[in-house]
């Protein structure tokens, strides 16, 4: 499996952006897949997490009703859809992918199999 994040950049204080995530090597019809962030100096934290089946989907509180995340089964691809972005949102994103992860798992970095390379997100005040 891998994954090819791709979107980031840097925005002012209120900008949007959105993040895409590519997956190829696998049928991910058994998959979570999801965005994890690291800012300098701190842990890598859950962001958000959608189920490939069915498409369920949970947030990390700072996040919700401004991020959203979504999926393009099609094209094998997961989005990142950033709004109203703040300075500390600031951070490398990481989409990662979950084979058979259990779904009350969504935020658990090790309940990830897969990850992809992260992508810049700066957000200037």
């Known amino acids: 499996v891998q994954l090819q994040a791709s979107g980031g950049g840097l925005v002012q204080d209120g900008a949007s952006l959105r993040l895409s995530c590519a997956a190829s090597g696998s049928t991910f019809s058994n998959y979570a897949m999801g965005w994890f962030r690291q800012a300098p100096g701190k842990e890598r934290e859950f962001v958000a997490a959608?189920?490939?089946?069915?498409?369920?989907?949970r947030y990390e509180d700072s996040v919700k009703g401004r991020f959203a995340i979504s999926k393009d089964s099609a094209r094998n691809t997961v989005y990142l859809q950033m709004r109203s972005l703040k300075p500390e949102d600031t951070a490398v994103y990481y989409c990662a992918a979950g084979s058979g992860l259990i779904w009350s798992t969504y935020d658990k970095r090790e309940r990830y199999n897969y990850w992809g390379q992260g992508t810049q997100v700066t957000v200037s005040s």
């Open positions: 959608i189920r490939w089946s069915g498409g369920s989907t």
